[in-house]
T-cell receptor, first 115, second 113 residues
């Protein structure tokens, strides 16, 4: 009964370092979404991926951020040369195979702190 | 693109009273509208959703209504309990635009005992 898994749950990085956030979708789910949530704010869409394919990255910053969802293994959100403004909770969500009305289920999130 | 507004931003009700949260969306092609509850420090959890071909859906104390013409949908919680206290987010998804979900800014609900 494994839900969406994310690791690490907490990540501390110094300015200029790289952050790698991992997301394993629910069993049977092939779609992954990444969101960023700043303290006391809402969920901001970043990117939507299927296996080996980026479907929509309209919410991704143009620089330093990238995401992938390989054929094998978890989806990874990578943030290069982190800055203090990257500190936030990053949630991924997964959903099953295509359909107009599919639900998405969230992981527990990774809380990134940039010092 | 899609834009989702949500009101009020904060809401306090007495235990046992009803709470109503309203959202509006801009993209007439949006066809799926979920509601999420997020407790402090936890993940958003889906509590109810509605599709564009349905006007109302109910699940025990929670109901959602959708007015496609006016492009707004609402969450209704009856007989509120202290454990209903959380931040609630509405969202809209347009299958024809970007295929992603756009979330409202959230409503912080406090149920006072």
């Amino acid at each position: 009964n494994a839900g969406v898994m994310q690791n690490p749950r907490h990540l501390v990085r110094r300015r200029g370092q790289e952050a790698r956030l991992r997301c394993s979708p629910m069993k049977g789910h092939s779609h992954v979404y990444w969101y960023r949530q700043l303290p006391e704010e809402g969920l901001k869409f970043m990117v939507y991926l299927q296996k080996e394919n980026i479907i929509d990255e309209s919410g991704m910053p143009k620089e330093r951020f990238s995401a992938e969802f390989p054929k094998e293994g978890p989806s990874i959100l990578r943030i290069q040369q982190v800055v203090r403004g990257d500190s936030a909770a990053y949630f991924c969500a997964s959903s099953p195979s295509p359909g107009q009305y599919f639900e998405q289920y969230f992981g527990p999130g990774t809380r990134l702190t940039v010092t | 693109g899609e834009n989702v507004e949500q009101h009020p931003s904060t809401l306090s009700v007495q235990e046992g009273d009803s709470a109503v949260i309203k959202c509006t969306y801009s993209d007439s092609a949006s066809n799926y509208f979920p509601w999420y509850k997020q407790e402090l420090g936890k993940r958003p959890q889906l509590i109810i959703d509605i599709r564009s071909n349905v006007g109302e859906k109910k699940d025990q104390r929670i109901a959602v209504t959708l007015n496609k013409t006016a492009k707004h949908f609402s969450l209704h919680i009856t007989e509120t309990q202290p454990e209903d206290s959380a931040v609630y987010f509405c969202a809209a998804r347009s299958y024809n635009y970007g295929q992603n979900f756009v979330f409202g800014p959230g409503t912080r609900l406090s149920v006072l005992p």
